[in-house]
């Protein structure tokens, strides 16, 4: 590039890209996701098509320890919840009965109201019938209520869980990761007496902030809405949405809903409430989460510029149990057979076996591995030394501070532990 073109280089900007400019820090977003395997965009090679987005190998590891992490303490370390995994394609009566058919509906431009569901035909010639691609992952919980009280005999309250895509034929994709046509939900459907609906719902409510803070989303950009009658959706008596501070507005992050007994209701399907010794309706609390929303305002929040020797730089300041990599290993020299072969036998493998997110990383020189690391998010990089030959240390280097220090070889899997417990 002609030097008159280049940018002048910037002041160091701190935390959570606080004071940058918001089209920029979403243009550094979109652009380091891309540059370092996180996310590209859909069908790109043929010109891309809107509202659709591939997620790379760092990208992916980004997503499964998000859902890990909302696995774990939502159905894991729980005694009352129950996965599910649906299928995406229903019978259509579904959707009618969930009034999706009459009330999923977006408005063009123009004024005019669609449906958003995405139509697909099931079966071919005169046997064919239309159903749709869900919209949300939750009537696959509503309609295996009945299998899941019957196999698991679950006392009130109980949940189910399920991760899974959805699709919207959303008119106006947009804003990168934001508002996509396929996306990702990780909801649940909490079933209480109708007596109990505040208490749940307020107890969701504490529930769903400690996961965001737990995952390392900036909570001070999240600002909790209540969404007033005629504004909700049609099965919704409360709604609160959690928004988040969005370089491009204040928007929705995630919902909670108190979904009454509307959609058991529709389904036909009852509980007997042994303890009361009666049939009943149970009501249900729904905690959503988007899965891609999560993302873009986790690296939102873990975006972070400082400056070190006199340059800018960037890096994701992601939690260890988050980060993609957690560590990378490095020969400090990758023309030396001797290190390569210690980096690669005692110091990679042990650490791979252990942690499995582990990058190798040989290219170019160690300023330039820790850069792409600090970029990652990689919270250690550990580089291996013509001392290692002597001494069996190697040199930890922490992504926040920069600073290093030396470990034995022999205490680095425990080293690593400690720093990520
Ligand atoms: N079952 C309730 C439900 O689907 P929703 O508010 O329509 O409620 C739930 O969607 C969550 O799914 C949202 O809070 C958001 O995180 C995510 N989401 C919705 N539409 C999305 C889209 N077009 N692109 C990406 N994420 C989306």
Redesign the pocket.
């Known amino acids: 590039m002609p030097e008159k073109n280049k940018k002048p280089a910037r002041p160091p900007k701190s935390g959570a890209g606080g004071e940058n400019k918001s089209d920029d820090l979403m243009e550094k977003i979109v652009s380091l996701c891309k540059r370092r395997g996180f996310v590209f965009q859909g069908s790109e090679i043929y010109g891309g098509l809107a509202g659709f987005y591939d997620y790379g190998h760092y990208g992916l590891a980004l997503q499964n320890n998000i859902k890990n992490s909302w696995w774990k303490k939502f159905v894991d370390s729980r005694r009352d919840m129950y996965g599910i995994n649906s299928s995406i394609i229903f019978n259509p009566k579904i959707w009618e009965a969930s009034g999706h058919v009459a009330g999923f509906l977006g408005t063009t431009p123009e004024g005019k109201k669609f449906n958003e569901m995405f139509k697909t035909e099931v079966g071919t010639g005169e046997g064919a019938i239309v159903s749709y691609l869900r919209p949300?992952t939750?009537q696959g919980m509503f309609v295996n209520f009945k299998n899941t009280v019957d196999t698991f005999h679950p006392k009130l309250p109980f949940g189910m869980a399920q991760i899974g895509k959805?699709f919207?034929n959303?008119i106006a994709p947009r804003d990168f990761?934001?508002?996509?046509?396929e996306?990702e939900?990780m909801?649940i459907e909490y079933f209480v007496r109708k007596e109990d609906w505040e208490k749940y719902f307020e107890y969701w409510k504490g529930e769903m902030l400690d996961w965001m803070e737990e995952a390392g989303i900036n909570m001070n950009k999240v600002h909790e809405m209540e969404i007033p009658d005629g504004e909700r959706?049609h099965y919704s008596s409360r709604t609160i949405d959690f928004e988040f501070e969005y370089p491009f507005g204040q928007k929705?992050?995630?919902?909670l809903?108190y979904r009454t007994d509307f959609d058991l209701k529709n389904h036909k399907l009852d509980y007997i409430d042994e303890e009361k010794a009666e049939k009943i309706i149970p009501h249900v609390i729904?905690p959503?989460?988007?899965v891609?929303?999560a993302i873009l305002a986790l690296l939102l929040s873990v975006y972070t510029e400082d400056e070190k020797n006199g340059e800018v730089r960037s890096y994701l300041k992601f939690k260890p149990n988050i980060a993609p990599v957690i560590c990378a290993v490095s020969p400090l020299l990758k023309n030396k057979p001797e290190l390569v072969e210690y980096a690669n036998t005692k110091v990679y493998a042990p650490l791979k076996a252990e942690f499995g997110r582990v990058a190798w990383d040989d290219n170019g020189n160690i300023g330039k591995r820790y850069r792409r690391q600090d970029e990652i998010g990689t919270p250690f990089c550990i580089v291996v030394d013509f001392d290692t030959l002597t001494d069996n240390t190697v040199t930890v280097r922490d992504r926040d501070t920069g600073e290093q220090e030396r470990v034995k070889v022999s205490e680095l899997i425990n080293f690593i532990k400690e720093k990520i417990s």
Do not use: I, K
Request: no cysteine; charged share 40%; glycine share 8%.
């Open positions: 949300e939750a959805a919207r959303e990761l934001f508002r996509q046509r996306f939900q909801e959706a929705e992050l995630f919902g809903a729904e959503t989460f988007g891609d929303r």
